[in-house]
């Protein structure tokens, strides 16, 4: 089986999650674009670890996605204090970088 | 081998109409669930690559945990639940779909060029590379200390949250 069709699968996730990450304007919405990107790059790991008879891919997989599930913790934390402070879970009324 | 392709196919379709779905859908618990079903084409994906512990581990962690994360913080920041046009995306929507578009023309040009003489060729000694004995060998053995590293940035991570969550 051709190692491309992984490949390019995996390219067609990432892509739709950098467009949602981009035109998202709702933050739990970035957040999942995140994890769509995350998932893209694990499908890559994992098709080279089977087509090149390393395990060392697998592993790899493994720590991406424990560091995706720490992000989601933190990013929907963060999520939560924004929607606290302005009302909102609008990403684009996040404008004052100084309090 | 050709009942692979025939999966393939299927799965791909899905998970790539289901990722078009997260991105473009006007109802956020309805991207939630588009994102489901993306998870666990991805956990087929793994199965079809001889992945078994990976597979398990992505329904486990994924679909078990950060979906109900975000269905939790879908509630939490009272979404509205119903179809809302316009207000889930910015105005942004014609230039990043130019962007990815091109990214993913880029990329898939590149891939073909590269990758294009590479195959897949599934053998027995594939299905115990992928058992939990052989990955979890290889995490205690050479991969011991990136493992305690993740360990702590978990820790870290939980200490974080709770850190910004609290309410004071």
Same mark, same amino acid.
């Given at each position: 089986?051709?190692?491309?069709?992984?490949?390019?699968?995996?390219?067609?996730?990432?892509?739709?999650?950098?467009?949602?990450?981009?035109?998202?304007?709702?933050?739990?919405?970035?957040?999942?674009?995140?994890?769509?990107?995350?998932?893209?790059?694990?499908?890559?790991?994992?098709?080279?670890?089977?087509?090149?008879?390393?395990?060392?891919?697998?592993?790899f997989?493994?720590?991406?996605?424990?560091?995706?599930?720490?992000?989601?913790g933190?990013?929907?934390?963060?999520?939560?204090?924004?929607?606290?402070n302005?009302?909102?879970?609008?990403?684009?009324?996040?404008e004052?970088?100084?309090? | 081998?050709?009942?692979?392709?025939?999966?393939?196919?299927?799965?791909?379709?899905?998970?790539?109409?289901?990722?078009?779905?997260?991105?473009?859908?006007?109802?956020?618990?309805h991207?939630?669930?588009?994102?489901?079903?993306?998870?666990?084409?991805?956990?087929?994906?793994?199965?079809?690559?001889?992945a078994?512990?990976?597979?398990?581990?992505?329904?486990?962690?994924?679909?078990?945990?950060?979906?109900?994360?975000?269905?939790f913080?879908?509630m939490?920041?009272?979404?509205?639940?119903?179809?809302?046009?316009?207000?889930?995306?910015?105005?942004?929507?014609?230039?990043?779909? $130019? #962007? &990815?578009?091109? =990214?993913?023309?880029? %990329?898939?040009?590149?891939?073909?060029d @590269?990758?294009? +003489?590479?195959?897949?060729?599934?053998?027995?000694?594939?299905?115990?590379?992928?058992?939990?004995?052989?990955?979890?060998?290889?995490?205690?053995?050479?991969?011991?200390?990136?493992?305690? $590293? #993740? &360990?702590?940035? =978990?820790?870290?991570? %939980?200490?974080?949250?709770?850190?910004? @969550?609290?309410? +004071?």
């Open positions: 089986m051709p190692i491309n069709y992984f490949l390019i699968l995996s390219a067609f996730l990432f892509c739709a999650g950098a467009y949602g990450v981009v035109a998202r304007r709702n933050s739990v919405l970035v957040l999942m674009s995140v994890e769509l990107m995350l998932n893209a790059v694990n499908i890559n790991l994992v098709a080279f670890s089977t087509g090149l008879h390393d395990v060392a891919g697998q592993v997989a493994l720590f991406v996605i424990t560091i995706a599930a720490a992000e989601v933190i990013g929907l934390a963060i999520v939560l204090l924004i929607f606290r302005l009302r909102s879970p609008d990403l684009d009324r996040v004052q970088l100084k309090g | 081998m050709w009942a692979q392709q025939v999966a393939f196919w299927i799965i791909a379709v899905a998970m790539g109409l289901s990722a078009i779905g997260v991105v473009r859908s006007r109802n956020v618990v991207a939630a669930l588009f994102l489901v079903v993306v998870l666990a084409g991805s956990a087929a994906i793994y199965i079809l690559l001889l078994e512990f990976v597979a398990w581990v992505q329904v486990l962690v994924y679909i078990g945990a950060i979906v109900v994360l975000f269905l913080g879908i939490l920041t009272r979404a509205p639940m119903r179809d809302d046009a316009g207000k889930l995306d910015n105005d942004q929507r014609l230039a990043s779909g $130019v #962007v &990815s578009l091109f =990214l993913f023309g880029v %990329l898939t040009v590149f891939l073909i @590269a990758f294009s +003489d590479q195959k897949i060729r599934f053998t027995d000694s594939l299905v115990a590379q992928g058992s939990a004995r052989a990955v979890g060998s290889d995490i205690f053995h050479q991969y011991v200390i990136p493992f305690e $590293v #993740v &360990s702590m940035l =978990l820790l870290a991570a %939980l200490v974080g949250a709770v850190v910004l @969550a609290r309410r +004071d």
